[in-house]
């Protein structure tokens, strides 16, 4: 079955560092999502990428975040300077089309800023 | 602001038995409404989910029932198994079919008892 694959799982950087987490989407999926759970906290929503662009972003998604689908298979978030409150779990998610919205979420990448 | 609320943070159940998951929501708008099961160090798994046309949807062990107007889901399984022990998020969007990312709730953590 297909699978939503993130690299890697955990990445440790120190304050003020850059950051690319990757996602490869299910294969025929044409929206894509990146997510953030802060330990004890809720999933929450950062952006949403479709026809290479951003869809919709959230007050969470300042000028420090970026993403970019490089290739065709690519998914990336880019954190440019590294804060302690970064420290989460991010996810990717993708869905195949309008008309429904299960997406399917990767395992995750556990961002660990010192 | 807590848009999508899980007000239980743990339920345990009896194997065999039947688990009620509840989750209420305050923004009119939302339209979609999807349960996911999470597992430590996994990201969340799609359950299932609920257009706001409908009140009921099921699949297999797992039902969904919306009460649009008490603005109340509730996921129902049975019978429940050892398996099921999980953490189970509520989520909705506004979009139908659209890019909007999922608003989540924190989660209510299913203990199943053998």
């Known amino acids: 079955e297909p699978e939503v694959t993130q690299t890697p799982s955990h990445q440790v950087t120190q304050m003020g560092q850059e950051v690319i987490l990757r996602c490869v989407p299910i294969s025929n999926h044409l929206y894509f999502y990146w997510y953030r759970q802060i330990l004890g906290q809720k999933v929450e929503f950062l952006v949403s990428f479709y026809n290479n662009e951003i869809s919709e972003k959230s007050e969470i998604f300042d000028d420090q975040f970026s993403v970019e689908r490089p290739d065709g298979s690519n998914f990336t978030l880019k954190i440019r300077s590294t804060k302690l409150e970064d420290s989460a779990m991010y996810f990717c998610?993708?869905?195949?089309?309008?008309?429904?919205?299960?997406?399917?979420f990767g395992p995750g990448t556990r961002l660990t800023v010192l | 602001d807590q848009q999508v609320k899980q007000n239980s943070p743990s339920l345990s159940v009896q194997e065999g038995r039947i688990s009620i998951l509840n989750c209420d929501y305050t923004n009119s708008m939302f339209d979609y409404f999807l349960w996911y099961k999470k597992y430590p160090a996994e990201g969340p798994t799609f359950l299932i989910s609920?257009?706001?046309?409908?009140d009921k949807n099921e699949d297999g062990r797992f039902t969904v029932f919306l009460n649009k107007s008490a603005k109340h889901l509730s996921l129902h399984i049975v019978p429940s198994q050892p398996g099921d022990s999980a953490v189970y998020f509520c989520?909705?969007?506004?979009?139908?079919?659209?890019?909007?990312?999922?608003?989540f709730g924190k989660g209510t953590h299913l203990i199943i008892q053998p």
């Open positions: 998610a993708s869905r195949w089309a309008s008309g429904s919205n299960e997406q399917f």
């Open positions: 609920i257009s706001s046309i409908k």
């Open positions: 989520a909705a969007s506004d979009s139908g079919g659209g890019a909007d990312g999922l608003t």
